[in-house]
DNA sequence: CTGAAAGCGCTAACAA
DNA sequence: TTGTTAGCGCTTTCAG
C-alpha cells in the first residue's frame, strides 16, 4: 500500500470529499490517468480505464470545478447581469441563455441588479472574480457619467482577462451587442395610431436616464414631429418600467385636465398598468381610449382587449448575445440590431 | 529587486491575470499581508494597509474565485434548480431567492430543468462539482421511481460533502422543505364553487405524475366527495402546466358533449389558458362558466375578469428556502407548509 | 505585526 | 501507455 493510501486512511471518515486521488488509489491507478480517462481524447488502456469509471461511479466522485478551473482556462460558466427576473422581459431573455449555454454545458450565474447602476458594477466585478467564460449585460444602459465610466473600466479589465463581454438590450460602439429597433418600433407604433385618427396622444415614458426610454420616445416624438402634430407636454408622464409604474403614469395623466385619445406606453408593463388605470376611470379601450405597448411579452396577448404592441425577439436577442459571448473574445465588436414589428390586436381604434 | 518580482515582469504583458504576488509586489509586502488585509479581522500595520489598498485599486485587482474556493470551505455561490425562469411561479421564487443571497453577497446559479427529470439530476451533479454553500431545488417532484431514487442519491452525496440541499414547492421527509399547502388551497377554491352553486365543474388537471397535479387534484376531489357530488370523468382533462395546456385541456373539454358551469384549473397560466378557450367559444366568464386559479401569480390581477385564486406566497417561499440553506447543514429536517388563501375577483359567479 | 512555506484538487508537461 | 512533478492563486499555520 502506498504511503499516500495510508495517509488518506487514517483520516477521520467524516466531512472530506472525494478527490481525483481517492479514485487514482481505489482503482489503482495514477491520479494522471483518472483525469485522463475522465477528460477523454488521450490514449488509456482499457482494463485501466474501465477499472476507473468503476471507482468513480462506487464514489460518487466529481470533479471539483474549482480546482479545475484554476489550471483550465475556461470555467464552463457564464455570467449574466439583468434587471429583474420577475419581469417578463428579463425572464424570457434569460430563458433563451439558458437554452444555449445548457446546449454546451454551460453553468449559468444570474445576477439582478433591480436597477441599481452601483449593483450592476459590483456584480461585473464578482464575474470576473469568477473568471465566468463570458458575462452578458441585458437591459437598457443607466444614461449617466458616472455609471458610464465604471462601465467602462469594468469592459475593459474583463477584455484584459480575455473575458467577452455583450450588451443585450442596448446599443454599443465598443463592445458586442445585441439590442432591438427601439426607435424603429416606436415610429411604427407611432404611425399606426396617427393612421387611425389620434392626434391627442399621452406618452407614458420610462424613467429618464434610460437609454430605452431615450430611444423609444425619440422614435414617437420624430413621427409625431414629421406630422406636424406637437406634443402637448401635459399629456407626457414617466414612470418605472413596472406595471404600477405604468398606472401611476396614467392616474397623474387622468387627473390632469388634459383629454387624449390613445396612450403611447414605453413598455407593455406600462401599458398593462394604463390599462388598469383606465379600466379604475370608467373608461373604456379602445371604445374611449387606444393604448399601445412595446415589447410582446407573452402575457400581453391574454389580456382584454389584446393588447396592440411590437414584438421584440426576447428569447432570441438572449440566444445571440450568449452565443457571441461563448464564441470568444472579439474581433472587432459585432453589433446586431434586430428588427421589431408591429403586431396587432384589440386595444387600438379610431377616435369617436 | 527580488526574483519572484524579476520573474513577474519578464514575461509578455498579455493576458497574464493579474495575482496576489503582482499586488504584494507592487506594494512591497508578502502575499500573506495582502491576503490579510482584503479578509480583515486580522492586524496590519496602518502603513502597508493603506500600500496595499492602493496597490489593489491601481491595479484593478479582484481575486480569483476559484483559488479561493480551493482553500476555504465556503464559495459564495448557491445554485437553485427551478422548472422554467419564463414561468412567472418560478421567476417569483428566484427573485426571492436573489434578494436574500445577494444580501449576504451570495452569487446564485440559476438552471432550468425545463421539467425534465434527467436534467435536474444533472444539474444536482454539476452543483456539487461547483461545491456550491447550498443548493434549493424548486417546484413540483416528478412521481416515478427511478427520478426518486436518482435523487435520493443526490441528496445523500450532497449531505456527504455538507451541502444543504433544501426543496421549494414540495414537501419531503428527509430534506429541509418550504411548501405551499396544495391541498388545503384546492380545498378552499372547491368550498368557494360549491358555495356559488357549481356542481358540474370541469377539472384542468396538471400533468401526471407530478407532486403539484396529485395534492391539488386531491384537495378538490377530496372536497367535492365529501359534499356528495360526484365527479364526472368526462370533465376532467390534463395539460401540461402553461397556459397553451390549459388552452388545449379546455379545448378539449368543450369538444366532449358534457356541459359544466365552472372550471378548476391546476394553476393561474392553465386558468389562463382555459379563459382564452372560453373566449374563443363564445362563452362568456363568469356569466357562462367560472374560472378559478392557482398560485396567484402577478399578471393575474390584470386579465379581465380579474381572475379568482388562491394565493400562494412565491417569493416568501424562495426567501425562506435559502435562509434555511445558507443557515447551514441541517441539524433535523426543518420543514415549513406555508399557508395558503382565497383571492376573489370576478371570475366567479353562480351559475344562471 | 509580518513573511515563508505548505497545500486545497486538478491538469499538463515531461520522463519513462 | 503510464506515472511523477510542477504549479494554477489563494489562505493559513508556523516562525520570527
Request: charged content about 20%; aromatic content about 4%; some cysteine.
Amino acid at each position: 500500500m502506498k504511503p499516500s493510501t495510508v495517509s488518506r486512511s487514517i483520516g477521520r471518515t467524516s466531512r472530506a470529499n472525494t478527490t481525483i486521488r481517492d479514485v487514482a488509489n481505489h482503482a489503482g491507478v495514477s491520479p494522471a490517468t483518472v483525469s485522463r480517462v475522465l477528460n477523454g481524447g488521450y490514449p488509456v488502456a482499457e482494463i485501466k480505464r474501465t477499472q476507473v469509471e468503476r471507482a468513480v461511479r462506487e464514489l460518487g466522485y466529481i470533479r471539483n470545478a474549482h480546482a479545475q478551473a484554476l489550471r483550465r482556462t475556461s470555467t464552463g460558466v457564464v455570467g449574466v447581469i439583468i434587471h429583474d427576473v420577475a419581469d417578463p422581459f428579463f425572464a424570457e431573455i434569460v430563458a433563451g441563455i439558458q437554452e444555449v449555454a445548457a446546449a454546451s454545458g454551460a453553468l449559468v450565474v444570474l445576477c439582478n441588479s433591480l436597477r441599481n447602476p452601483d449593483s450592476e458594477i459590483r456584480y461585473l466585478q464578482m464575474l470576473r472574480g469568477q473568471r465566468v467564460d463570458a458575462v452578458v449585460v441585458a437591459g437598457g444602459a443607466f444614461e449617466n457619467t458616472s455609471y458610464r465610466r465604471a462601465l467602462q473600466q469594468q469592459v475593459s479589465d474583463l477584455k484584459r482577462q480575455g473575458t467577452p463581454i455583450v450588451m443585450c438590450g442596448r446599443s454599443s460602439r465598443s463592445t458586442d451587442a445585441v439590442w432591438p429597433d427601439n426607435r424603429g418600433g416606436a415610429e411604427v407604433l407611432t404611425r399606426h395610431l396617427l393612421e387611425r385618427g389620434h392626434r391627442a396622444i399621452a406618452e407614458v415614458m420610462g424613467p429618464p436616464n434610460f437609454s430605452t426610454t431615450k430611444e423609444r420616445s425619440a422614435g414617437h416624438r420624430a413621427v409625431l414631429a414629421s406630422a406636424g402634430v406637437t406634443q402637448d407636454p401635459s399629456l407626457v408622464a414617466s414612470g418605472h418600467f413596472t406595471r404600477d409604474g405604468g398606472y401611476e403614469a396614467t392616474r397623474y395623466l387622468l387627473a390632469g385636465h388634459a383629454r387624449f385619445t390613445a396612450v403611447f406606453a414605453a413598455n407593455d408593463l406600462m401599458a398593462m398598468g394604463a390599462l388598469a388605470a383606465l379600466r379604475e376611470s370608467g373608461l373604456r379601450v379602445p371604445d374611449d381610449v387606444s393604448v399601445i405597448g412595446f415589447d410582446d411579452v407573452p402575457i400581453v396577448r391574454d389580456v382584454v382587449p389584446g393588447l396592440t404592441t411590437v414584438s421584440v425577439p426576447m428569447r432570441e436577442m438572449g440566444r445571440r448575445a450568449i452565443r457571441i459571448g461563448l464564441a470568444g473574445a472579439d474581433r472587432g465588436p459585432r453589433l446586431e440590431m434586430l428588427p421589431v414589428y408591429l403586431v396587432e390586436r384589440e386595444s387600438v381604434s379610431s377616435p369617436a
